[in-house]
């Protein structure tokens, strides 16, 4: 399903733990990493395609993350032509995302990079929030660090955050 501009609708996750740290999975036989995502089905609200990726590519279900935010607008990124299958070139630019923010509830544990017919990870980590986009593929860069902006603003404070903040106050400093 590809709108009338030539993008496919998409959902894009950042899943947090509770250190605010995010989750990267890496594409099965490559070397790079990438937030969960992928397209939204016919008849599907971007939540209902959120949590359906969620659980193909993690195994997370919707008891295991709580929705913190969502970005109000599609963001777009292109695709080069050379990744475009022949039959879609003139017609395909790209995808329109909708990017979910969520905290992981449940245990790293609860992850399971196999749980549907066609895993798209073969391994997984936790990284620092606003880690560099290195090993992300160059074109979906901007699109990460759009998302990434947006989305800051629903990340409660950490223990750690909260620790400091009291003993400055306490101390007066």
């Known amino acids: 399903m590809v709108d009338r501009d030539g993008y496919r609708p998409n959902v894009g996750i950042i899943l947090t733990n509770a250190k605010n740290q995010v989750f990267w999975g890496k594409r099965i036989r490559q070397d790079s990493w990438q937030f969960p995502q992928g397209g939204i089905q016919h008849g599907e ?3 209902q395609a959120m949590y359906r990726e969620l659980q193909e590519e993690t195994g997370l279900q919707p008891c295991h993350v709580q929705i913190l935010g969502r970005t109000r607008d599609w963001m777009r990124y292109e ?10 070139r003139g017609s395909y630019k790209g995808q329109k995302q909708i990017w979910f923010l969520l905290r992981l509830v449940g245990r790293d544990c609860d992850v399971c990079l ?22 992300v593929i160059e074109f979906k ?9 947006e989305l800051v603003r629903y990340l409660p404070p950490t ?13 007066g400093g």
């Open 141 to 149: 860069r901007d699109v990460y660090c759009l998302a990434l902006n």
């Open 79 to 88: 695709v080069p032509q050379h990744w475009v299958k022949r039959e879609w």
């Open 114 to 135: 196999r749980a549907s017919g066609h895993p798209e990870f073969d391994a997984w980590r936790w990284a620092d929030y606003w880690i560099e986009m290195d090993s």
């Open 45 to 47: 609200s971007p939540e």
């Open 159 to 171: 223990k750690q955050v909260k620790r400091y903040e009291a003993h400055r106050l306490v101390s």
